[in-house]
């Protein structure tokens, strides 16, 4: 049964409670009506699309954010943080999906990051710290070294040290900010058990993820926001995915699946024996026009690497890569553009992005030399080219000379999306193309990826979740330590199968 707005679940006070919450950034309201009611030793998925308020909300509830209205209580005592540090003081830790490790220092300095442990109260004392952070980690079962450096990590390794740094702090309260979205299925696992540790412990956990069947496994309770304001609560056994889903985007939508049919058109692209020592080795693999082609593999399989190489942002040691039936060399992310081959990268705002620039000079970044003549650019044909783009993916935009990082991330995905189509792309490879986006901009994108297959192109997808690839790919090859291990038709296998040949 749903549980009533503002209706307190259990007789005592709930761990948080969070009610009418409302805030407007220059006259434009963002959150109308914040609720949400955390208990102790819970598991509190809040939902919603990319817009809906959630980061608001969470944003004001951290003391990042001061509220225009609306009360806030922990433990029943009516409060408001007018910083991080006083939330975080008072036992509320967030896990936030804008990783920021400080690169240059170890794994133990940024999980003790502000809480050194120092001898004679002065120096900090560093063996003291590793094996502090070693018994966490060891603890958690995070395979990351201590000592190592952040700028050596992945970017799921870099997710898995600031879950560890967050849930050391031992607070009451832990937000989780799509906590899984750089981090595989076999990482998600340990941190699920993590999750139940604290659970156990009477910890209460509001997380927000896009992933659904996620908030299935982990939650017990839910919130839905939608439009900046709450919509419903409830308990995650009393609802099912079509009715979360309907919450969420405010009406029904119709799955998307590629249809898998053995293709017999044209191979577009074609690598034999690609390696580059201690990342992948001798992959071979083909993408035919009208393929959509899913790489899967745990964290650390060695896709992303691969994927780099045949755009040329880095270079092989060896191996054949043969585009119509010619052999060429790729060394750079001109040469692939060159060859009609665009990619989306895996981490939008690091290395797709350029936050601070307007969605207008984002899209045409790629395409200027088409938009320019004697150095100088055609700002015409870039806004035209803008605006024809923004149309096409249905970008959620105020002007489109608005800076990119003021978009949700659903409509930043969008804009990768937009500017890799300005290049007229036969090829497109796809790094986590869905990766922290809500489920309308999921459908969207996946929506676009078959329409670009069926007019003759092909996609190279690397996800790491299991039902995208089965529901958005005609074959999928699987990774495993660097090696692909096999290749198959999606319509011959199963999730199981994939967990099995990838672990």
Same mark, same amino acid.
């Given at each position: 049964?749903?549980?009533?707005?503002?209706?307190?679940?259990?007789?005592?006070?709930?761990?948080?409670?969070?009610?009418?919450?409302?805030? &407007?950034?220059?006259?434009?309201?963002?959150?109308?009506?914040?609720?949400?009611?955390?208990?102790?030793?819970?598991?509190?998925?809040?939902?919603?699309?990319?817009?809906?308020?959630?980061?608001?909300?969470?944003?004001?509830?951290?003391?990042?954010?001061?509220?225009?209205?609306?009360?806030?209580?922990?433990?029943?005592?009516?409060?408001?943080?007018?910083?991080?540090?006083?939330?975080?003081?008072?036992? !509320?830790? !967030?896990?936030?999906?804008?990783?920021?490790?400080?690169? =240059?220092?170890?794994?133990?300095?940024?999980?003790?990051?502000?809480?050194?442990?120092?001898?004679?109260?002065?120096?900090?004392?560093?063996?003291?710290?590793?094996?502090?952070?070693?018994?966490?980690?060891? %603890?958690?079962?995070?395979?990351?070294?201590? /000592?190592?450096?952040?700028?050596?990590?992945?970017?799921?390794?870099?997710?898995?040290?600031?879950?560890?740094?967050? !849930?050391?702090?031992?607070?009451?309260?832990?937000?989780?900010?799509?906590?899984?979205?750089?981090?595989?299925?076999?990482?998600?696992?340990?941190?699920?058990?993590?999750?139940?540790?604290?659970?156990?412990?009477?910890?209460?956990?509001?997380?927000?993820?896009?992933?659904?069947?996620?908030?299935?496994?982990?939650?017990?309770?839910?919130?839905?926001?939608? =439009?900046?304001?709450?919509?419903?609560?409830?308990?995650?056994?009393?609802?099912?995915?079509?009715?979360?889903? /309907?919450?969420?985007?405010?009406?029904?939508?119709? =799955?998307?699946?590629?249809?898998?049919?053995?293709?017999?058109?044209?191979?577009?692209?074609?690598?034999?024996?690609?390696?580059?020592?201690?990342?992948?080795?001798?992959?071979?693999?083909?993408?035919?026009?009208?393929? !959509?082609?899913?790489?899967?593999?745990?964290?650390?399989?060695?896709?992303?690497?691969?994927?780099?190489?045949?755009?040329?942002? &880095? @270079? %092989?040691?060896?191996?054949?890569?043969?585009?119509?039936?010619?052999?060429?060399?790729?060394?750079?992310?001109?040469?692939?553009?060159?060859?009609?081959?665009?990619?989306?990268?895996?981490? %939008?705002?690091?290395?797709?992005?350029?936050?601070?620039?307007?969605? @207008?000079?984002?899209?045409?970044?790629?395409?200027? &030399?088409?938009?320019?003549?004697?150095?100088?650019?055609?700002?015409?044909?870039?806004?035209?080219?803008?605006?024809?783009?923004?149309?096409?993916?249905?970008?959620?935009?105020?002007?489109? =000379?608005?800076?990119?990082?003021?978009?949700? #991330?659903?409509?930043?995905?969008?804009?990768?999306?937009? /500017?890799?189509?300005?290049?007229?792309?036969?090829?497109?490879?796809?790094?986590?193309?869905?990766? #922290?986006?809500?489920?309308?901009?999921?459908?969207?994108?996946?929506?676009?990826?078959?329409?670009?297959?069926?007019?003759?192109?092909?996609?190279?997808?690397?996800?790491?979740?299991?039902?995208?690839?089965?529901?958005?790919?005609? %074959?999928?090859?699987?990774?495993?330590?660097?090696?692909?291990?096999?290749?198959?038709?999606?319509? /011959?296998?199963?999730?199981?199968?994939?967990?099995?040949?990838?672990?």
């Amino acid at each position: 049964m749903n549980v009533a707005k503002h209706e307190v679940m259990s007789g005592s006070d709930p761990l948080l409670k969070a009610e009418g919450i409302k805030k &407007s950034y220059g006259g434009v309201l963002a959150l109308h009506d914040g609720c949400i009611e955390l208990g102790a030793g819970t598991v509190h998925a809040l939902c919603g699309s990319n817009g809906a308020g959630k980061s608001t909300f969470l944003n004001i509830l951290m003391g990042l954010e001061a509220p225009d209205s609306g009360r806030i209580w922990l433990s029943g005592t009516e409060t408001r943080f007018a910083s991080p540090a006083s939330a975080l003081a008072a036992g !509320i830790a !967030i896990i936030t999906q804008e990783l920021s490790p400080v690169p =240059d220092m170890t794994v133990a300095e940024n999980i003790f990051l502000g809480r050194e442990s120092r001898r004679a109260g002065w120096f900090v004392n560093q063996t003291v710290m590793r094996c502090k952070a070693a018994e966490l980690l060891e %603890r958690l079962n995070f395979a990351v070294d201590p /000592r190592a450096k952040m700028r050596r990590l992945s970017l799921g390794q870099i997710q898995l040290v600031e879950i560890a740094k967050a !849930i050391d702090q031992r607070s009451s309260v832990l937000i989780m900010d799509e906590p899984t979205s750089a981090i595989g299925e076999k990482e998600t696992a340990i941190l699920f058990d993590a999750i139940r540790q604290l659970k156990s412990a009477g910890v209460g956990i509001i997380y927000v993820s896009h992933r659904l069947s996620e908030l299935f496994s982990i939650a017990d309770e839910y919130t839905v926001f939608r =439009d900046g304001g709450f919509i419903r609560t409830g308990l995650m056994k009393d609802i099912d995915r079509d009715e979360l889903i /309907r919450l969420i985007v405010g009406g029904r939508l119709i =799955d998307q699946q590629c249809a898998a049919t053995e293709s017999e058109k044209a191979t577009l692209l074609e690598v034999q024996g690609y390696s580059r020592a201690g990342e992948f080795e001798d992959i071979n693999l083909s993408l035919k026009s009208g393929e !959509i082609v899913g790489l899967y593999g745990l964290m650390g399989a060695g896709r992303s690497e691969f994927a780099s190489s045949l755009y040329g942002i &880095s @270079r %092989r040691n060896r191996g054949r890569l043969v585009m119509d039936g010619v052999e060429v060399e790729i060394n750079s992310p001109g040469d692939a553009l060159k060859f009609r081959i665009a990619m989306i990268t895996e981490d %939008r705002k690091a290395s797709g992005l350029f936050l601070s620039q307007s969605i @207008r000079k984002n899209i045409s970044l790629t395409s200027l &030399s088409s938009l320019s003549r004697w150095s100088f650019i055609n700002e015409r044909k870039e806004q035209a080219v803008a605006e024809r783009m923004i149309e096409r993916f249905h970008i959620k935009v105020r002007t489109r =000379d608005q800076p990119v990082r003021q978009l949700s #991330g659903g409509n930043q995905q969008k804009v990768l999306f937009a /500017r890799s189509l300005t290049t007229s792309p036969r090829i497109l490879i796809c790094d986590e193309p869905t990766r #922290g986006i809500d489920e309308g901009a999921k459908r969207e994108i996946h929506a676009f990826l078959a329409e670009f297959a069926a007019q003759g192109n092909a996609v190279l997808m690397i996800s790491s979740e299991v039902q995208e690839i089965l529901a958005s790919c005609n %074959r999928v090859v699987v990774f495993r330590h660097g090696r692909q291990v096999t290749e198959s038709p999606v319509t /011959r296998i199963t999730p199981e199968h994939l967990l099995h040949w990838a672990s």
